[in-house]
């Protein structure tokens, strides 16, 4: 999904986070992909426009995102965080054999109801459905 300048401009001000051109262009690469990237493939894709950058800087800033609430990581369960930018809940598909995330926008699956069971008192906020399993390229050959 494109995003313009501007509303990248907007949303950093509404979180009180500093407009650089680095950081815009690391945010901008991760709302417009929708492979859930690694800071390694950020890094890969904004170095290409501004060769000064380091893998620093990119960590950092996906950091200051996060804390902005202006990303999420997806926990595939191995060592490298994946990160994406769509806010709009959604769930995800995890091939054990690539590794790749797919987003998942069925809307069913954002209103199930509450687990019995919890603790009492606790409050849920959100939740998010992994599907694992292997995509049609990764599937074992059955016979
Ligand atoms: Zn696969
Ligand atoms: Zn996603």
Excluded: W
């Amino acid at each position: 999904m494109n995003i313009s300048s501007e509303t990248i401009r907007q949303r950093f001000k509404d979180q009180g986070l500093k407009n650089t051109p680095q950081r815009t262009a690391i945010y901008k690469a991760l709302v417009e992909t929708t492979s859930h990237p690694t800071a390694e493939d950020l890094y890969q894709h904004v170095s290409q426009d501004y060769p000064m950058i380091s893998q620093n800087t990119v960590y950092y800033t996906l950091g200051v995102l996060q804390q902005a609430g202006l990303l999420r990581e997806v926990n595939v369960g191995h060592d490298r965080a994946r990160y994406d930018g769509n806010l709009t809940p959604h769930h995800h598909l995890i091939c054990h054999g690539c590794k790749s995330i797919v987003d998942v926008m069925d809307k069913k699956l954002n209103k199930i109801s509450c687990p019995s069971g919890l603790p009492s008192g606790f409050h849920i906020t959100d939740y998010q459905i992994e599907f694992r399993g292997y995509c049609q390229a990764c599937r074992p050959q059955t016979a």
